[in-house]
């Protein structure tokens, strides 16, 4: 079984703190994503990477980066969180591009 | 660039009913497309894809290419089924654009 896994499940954090979410694969998968999901607007893309050192923005990167520094690991960053960033965020990872992804159970990130 | 449309945010169906989620598309190729659930406080995961051609739980989709559509059909809902549901596809980005989803309820 493909085990995405994710630091935190829950994380309350204040406006202007840098926030860490990191996300671990272990089933060797090139592709690795990070969405967020909130009501009424589902899943968007944030940034995914498919290779070691490799990132292509996704459809709302604005306020955020990432880092794979090593194949099973792919890490979010935010900056500078904001309010608006309060959301329940999803990582993903698949072995190619249009296979299936498979989803970590998601951290709920609450901004004060 | 890739649009996917999930009309209804809210579907409500009794058990035993027949139940069909919407999904539109947009993209000028030929695109994969996908459905995805999410149960009750488990993680999202993948009901079925266009190219398995097969059916998962008693669900079916089919690509309609004319319409652009991939309508999610099931004849019986099973109170099971309560879960939102999610259309995706993937066209020549390197990505899956989802739709915001459908929350069913099936009725006892």
């Known amino acids: 079984d493909v085990k995405v896994t994710q630091s935190s499940r829950y994380l309350v954090k204040r406006t202007g703190e840098k926030v860490f979410l990191e996300c671990v694969q272990d089933?060797?998968?090139?592709?690795m994503f990070w969405y967020r999901q909130d009501p009424g607007l589902g899943l968007r893309l944030i940034y995914f990477s498919y290779d070691v050192k490799m990132k292509e923005k996704g459809d709302i990167p604005e306020g955020y980066s990432v880092s794979r520094e090593k194949k099973e690991r792919f890490s979010l960053i935010l900056e500078s969180a904001s309010t608006n960033q309060t959301s329940m965020y999803l990582c993903?990872?698949?072995?190619?591009?249009?296979?299936?992804?498979?989803f970590g159970p998601g951290t709920r990130l609450t901004v004060t | 660039a890739q649009r996917v449309t999930q009309p209804e945010k809210l579907l409500s169906v009794f058990k035993g009913a027949p139940v069909e989620l919407k999904c539109n598309y947009s993209y000028s190729g030929s695109p994969e497309l996908f459905w995805y659930v999410q149960y009750s406080r488990q993680r999202l995961q993948l009901l079925l894809r266009h190219i398995s051609r097969e059916s998962i739980k008693g669900f079916t989709a089919d690509l309609n290419k004319g319409e652009t559509s991939f309508h999610l059909k099931k004849p019986f809902a099973q109170e099971e089924d309560s879960a939102m549901y999610y259309c995706?596809?993937?066209?020549?980005?390197?990505?899956?654009?989802f739709g915001s989803g459908t929350q069913l309820t099936v009725l006892p």
């Open positions: 089933m060797d998968h090139e592709n």
């Open positions: 993903a990872s698949s072995l190619d591009i249009p296979y299936e992804q498979y």
């Open positions: 995706a596809c993937s066209g020549s980005a390197r990505q899956l654009t």
